[in-house]
T-cell receptor, first 115, second 113 residues
């Protein structure tokens, strides 16, 4: 049973398109996240939701819109894709506040390539 | 913002010890973490240390924290080929409501058989 699952695992698309990445966790965690990992492996938080409420919204273009229909799901929709959006996007969840010693559980990542 | 720095690459021979270093700038860091990322996978928590500790040992892993110098290290004893991965240092300041970890750039550990 996969704890944090993301789909799709790979996504290749043209510039200007709109795409979504879905994430689901079956761990019963209250908090979910989206991280972006660029080609140099630098990992940066984009968004965090706690019980469906947005609690972290880093400086991310507003072409990126997260949606949390319930606390087990956090989807990421990206409009008007640009070349610089090419990256691996990781979904993660934590049982409490990850910043207070809690563990982040990561999905396997979704590799987005924009042509 | 917080900066977390690591060297990018480390190579060691199988059976030797590996030491991965990390420096950070946030003087109010409360928790410091080591995560491991294997190829094609997400990150997995290896261990973490609270800022009032200076050492933590867990089997082959030893974490050392020098809070004065804002320096964290991860020592892996008897390194095995299965330890080849990218290791990320991360820190948080544990403020109420804070839910963010700041990750370093990752150190790619290569273990030579």
């Amino acid at each position: 049973d996969t704890a944090v699952s993301q789909t799709p695992k790979y996504l290749v698309t043209q510039m200007g398109n709109d795409k979504s990445i879905k994430c689901e966790q079956n761990l019963g965690h209250d908090t979910m996240y989206w991280y972006k990992q660029d080609s140099k492996k630098f990992l940066k938080i984009m968004f965090s939701y706690n019980n469906k409420e947005l609690i972290i919204n880093e400086t991310v273009p507003n072409r990126f819109s997260p949606k949390s229909p319930d606390k087990a799901h956090l989807n990421l929709h990206i409009n008007s894709l640009e070349l610089g959006d090419s990256a691996v996007y990781f979904c993660a969840s934590s049982p409490g506040l990850a910043g207070k010693g809690g563990e982040l559980f990561f999905g396997e990542g979704s590799r987005l390539t924009v042509l | 913002g917080e900066d977390v720095e690591q060297s990018l690459f480390l190579s060691v021979r199988e059976g030797d010890s590996s030491v991965i270093n990390c420096t950070y700038t946030d003087s109010s860091s409360t928790y410091l973490y080591w995560y491991k990322q294997e190829p094609g996978a997400g990150l997995q928590l290896l261990t973490y240390i609270f800022s009032n500790m200076d050492m933590k040992q867990d089997q082959r892993l030893t974490v050392l924290l020098n809070k004065k110098d804002k320096h964290l290290s991860l020592r892996i004893a008897d390194t095995q080929t299965g330890d080849s991965a990218i290791y990320f240092c991360a820190e948080s300041n544990g403020q109420t409501g804070a839910n963010n970890l700041f990750f370093g750039t990752g150190t790619r550990l290569t273990v030579i058989p």
